[in-house]
């Protein structure tokens, strides 16, 4: 009877994720197209409705809600169904959607979608060979043999999303970052758009009455009679052609001009309402939250190369151990395991939320700059795929920032897999995240200000 209540509460939640998923995707990612296949839609909410309960489990798993045996049942019952999305589902519908905007390809579409997926297949299994992720004695069809996989894949996407945030974040904040943009700048920029645009429609004059003159001598439609006169028809023409081509050339120049100059405006604008903006008290306090993860990042980065050289693996979760630290620093009396609980619970549920709240927006963002009529329906699978892929591998790394006693199941569900390499490997890729994130906004950020030397 329990386990019956369990299930229902445990189906209950996933039907409430299944649902908010179809809503994000109607209001967000496809507000601004027409949804033809609705098995895209069913497919992404079903992935965010299983890589939510994994992150219900873990709250659960600290709360102690739902009976062990039920929990450990829902937790095997979840990473199978998000594995088999996974792996054979959303490869083999991402195959297909992209055939089927091959005309050539348009008879056997299902045979060609499986060939797709039977070569993602192939370097999905090949992807497992350079790296310890596996204990050996695990069979080819096993579970350890998937998630191991893609655990591979959902760190290092992890990590580069990671490690740019961690330097983007501060230098979004930030208000000394903030180039020092005046009225004048961008009265003297609108100016120049201004210009441009005067000499494109200038252009654009000359060479419509260039045609209009072909058109009125009978070089556009009427052909020409006797030798004479059309031997100075072609020589005519060809000097008129070769003055269209010429400014049809300075136009198209001018307009790629005009664009540039549109956008540097409109950056210019934008800084301009940011500067404004850190003025006023929100701003500050954004600012403050600045330097704080300038700092965070500066630490980051530090303990990501301490780990590195050192091959060096955390035992503790990190709230037990700065606890442990402060009492001991401070020689007081605390119940560290009882407080550590509850800050670890805290600090999960934080870590979901934004983790959850942060994929989806970089998602949203990532489907509108690439997205069109054909392409959507793929787009959106692939982001489901990464989605799916984020979230498992969250579950996998976030294993280290719970208490001892609560990473049990979660060892037992996933398997004898080699941890610490995920978290090496974490280390890895975000350190060159972050540097290589450094070293690009140096150079935007000191390229930006030269452009506008000149206004």
């Not at 309960?53 to 009976?67: A, D, Q």
Request: net charge positive.
């Amino acid at each position: 009877m329990a386990f019956l209540l369990d299930s229902v509460i445990m189906f209950t939640s996933q039907v409430l994720f299944f649902g908010c998923g179809w809503l994000f995707f109607m209001r967000r990612l496809f507000k601004d197209y027409e949804v033809r296949q609705y098995i895209v839609q069913v497919v992404f909410s079903v992935t965010f409705a299983f890589s939510c309960t994994m992150f219900e489990l873990i709250i659960f798993e600290i709360l102690g809600v739902l009976n062990s045996s039920s929990r450990y049942f829902h937790w095997k019952l979840n990473l199978c169904v998000i594995l088999l999305v996974l792996v054979f589902v959303v490869p083999f519908y991402i195959g297909y959607f992209v055939v089927s905007n091959i005309r050539l390809l348009q008879r056997q579409k299902v045979v060609f979608s499986c060939i797709v997926w039977l070569t993602f297949m192939y370097f999905f299994w090949k992807l497992g060979d350079p790296f310890p992720i596996l204990s050996p004695k695990h069979g080819i069809l096993s579970i350890e043999q998937l998630i191991s996989r893609v655990g591979v894949i959902g760190v290092t996407l992890m990590a580069l999303l990671s490690g740019f945030g961690a330097v983007n974040c501060p230098y979004t904040y930030m208000s000394y970052f903030l180039r020092n943009v005046t009225d004048s700048h961008i009265q003297a920029l609108e100016r120049r758009l201004s210009q441009t645009m005067d000499m494109i429609v200038s252009k654009k004059k000359r060479m419509a009455m260039t045609r209009r003159m072909m058109y009125q001598r009978g070089e556009v439609q009427n052909q020409p009679t006797g030798f004479w006169r059309m031997l100075k028809s072609v020589t005519t023409s060809s000097t008129s052609s070769e003055n269209l081509s010429l400014i049809q050339q300075e136009v198209d120049a001018l307009e790629e001009l005009s664009r540039q100059l549109f956008l540097e405006t409109v950056d210019l604008h934008d800084t301009k309402e940011r500067i404004e903006y850190s003025k006023t008290f929100q701003g500050k306090y954004f600012n403050f939250l600045g330097y704080f993860f300038s700092i965070y990042c500066v630490w980051k980065i530090f303990m990501a190369t301490i780990n590195i050289v050192f091959d060096r693996v955390g035992k503790t979760d990190p709230v037990t151990r700065g606890i442990e630290i402060t009492v001991n620093y401070l020689g007081i009396q605390f119940d560290v395991k009882f407080w550590s609980q509850h800050i670890a619970f805290i600090l999960v549920g934080i870590i979901i939320v934004t983790s959850i709240r942060g994929l989806l927006i970089t998602l949203t963002k990532f489907f509108y700059a690439i997205s069109s009529i054909k392409s959507s329906n793929v787009i959106v699978l692939v982001l489901a795929q990464i989605m799916g892929m984020y979230f498992v591998s969250s579950v996998l790394l976030m294993r280290m920032s719970m208490p001892l006693e609560y990473r049990t199941i979660i060892t037992e569900v996933l398997g004898e897999l080699q941890f610490n390499f995920y978290h090496r490997w974490f280390d890895v890729i975000f350190l060159v995240s972050a540097l290589s994130s450094i070293l690009f906004l140096y150079l935007a950020h000191k390229q930006a200000p030269e452009k506008h030397m000149g206004l």
